[in-house]
């Protein structure tokens, strides 16, 4: 269905002696704003005994899958150089980003730092469209001695995050470092005011700058809810 409104499905039998049944009761389906761009299941396979009819299929193409807006390059990193910082970053989904993942689930975030004295903290944010931020999970923290450097790192999170693109989803990380350049990003174009959010010090008001042409290195794994 790629076009939004009330949709009515009921079934039918169709018998050799009878012709057709009767309609089934019926179950409506509102389809809201964005209308979605789904993929329809594979294997669609139909078994009948007696008048019950049981259905199976395979999962559609794509499904479970990371979703981010950086280009995965690793190019460069963010920090305070000399001088110790907290800031947090984040990346920005609205509703067109999250159509395809409606009804799945958050359950893991990953990142790529570049400062093993600092500590990071990854944090999930749901948000009315256009709203701002508000805070819904946190990792420990995790010191950057005991997670490599320049390469991806994964965070389960304690309880998974359900997808509804009626609302606004971002993930990013809080950090604290004594020095240096902890933030990676890609070699941009920045999604701008999306894959380049950036909060200085943490605890204010998430911008994106003009300066700082880059994506953060955030990614966030959809899966099916449970």
Same mark, same amino acid.
């Given at each position: 269905?790629?076009?939004?409104?009330?949709?009515?499905?009921?079934?039918?039998?169709?018998?050799?002696?009878?012709?057709?049944?009767?309609?089934?009761?019926?179950?409506?389906?509102?389809?809201?704003?964005?209308?979605?761009?789904?993929?329809?299941?594979?294997?669609?396979?139909?078994?009948?005994?007696?008048?019950?009819?049981?259905?199976?299929?395979?999962?559609?193409?794509?499904?479970?899958?990371?979703?981010?807006?950086?280009?995965?390059?690793?190019?460069?990193?963010?920090? $305070?150089?000399?001088?110790?910082?907290?800031?947090?970053?984040?990346?920005?989904?609205?509703?067109?980003?999250?159509?395809?993942?409606?009804?799945?689930?958050?359950?893991?975030?990953?990142?790529?730092?570049?400062?093993?004295?600092?500590?990071?903290?990854?944090?999930? +944010?749901?948000?009315?469209?256009?709203?701002?931020?508000?805070?819904?999970?946190?990792?420990?923290?995790?010191?950057?001695?005991?997670?490599?450097?320049?390469?991806?790192?994964?965070?389960?999170?304690?309880?998974?995050?359900?997808?509804? +693109?009626?609302?606004?989803?971002?993930? $990013?990380?809080?950090?604290?470092?004594?020095?240096?350049?902890?933030?990676?990003?890609?070699?941009?174009?920045?999604?701008?005011?999306?894959?380049?959010?950036?909060?200085?010090?943490?605890?204010?008001?998430?911008?994106?700058?003009?300066?700082?042409?880059?994506?953060?290195?955030?990614?966030?794994?959809?899966?099916?809810?449970?």
């Amino acid at each position: 269905i790629a076009i939004e409104g009330d949709y009515a499905y009921y079934a039918t039998a169709i018998y050799e002696v009878y012709g057709e049944s009767d309609p089934s009761n019926s179950d409506t389906v509102t389809v809201g704003p964005p209308a979605p761009s789904c993929a329809a299941p594979q294997n669609l396979m139909a078994e009948t005994l007696g008048n019950d009819v049981s259905l199976s299929w395979d999962a559609p193409e794509g499904g479970a899958s990371w979703f981010g807006h950086n280009n995965g390059t690793m190019w460069t990193s963010i920090g $305070g150089g000399d001088y110790p910082a907290q800031f947090s970053v984040a990346a920005r989904f609205g509703q067109e980003a999250l159509a395809d993942y409606n009804g799945m689930s958050l359950t893991k975030v990953r990142f790529v730092h570049w400062e093993e004295l600092a500590s990071y903290q990854v944090a999930v +944010w749901t948000a009315e469209p256009g709203g701002s931020p508000v805070l819904v999970d946190t990792s420990d923290w995790m010191s950057g001695t005991d997670i490599p450097h320049s390469t991806w790192i994964e965070v389960e999170l304690d309880e998974n995050i359900t997808i509804d +693109w009626t609302q606004e989803l971002w993930f $990013g990380y809080h950090v604290d470092t004594p020095s240096g350049w902890p933030a990676m990003c890609d070699d941009g174009p920045p999604v701008a005011g999306y894959g380049d959010l950036l909060a200085w010090p943490t605890g204010t008001e998430f911008l994106s700058y003009a300066s700082l042409p880059f994506n953060w290195l955030l990614d966030g794994f959809a899966d099916y809810a449970e």
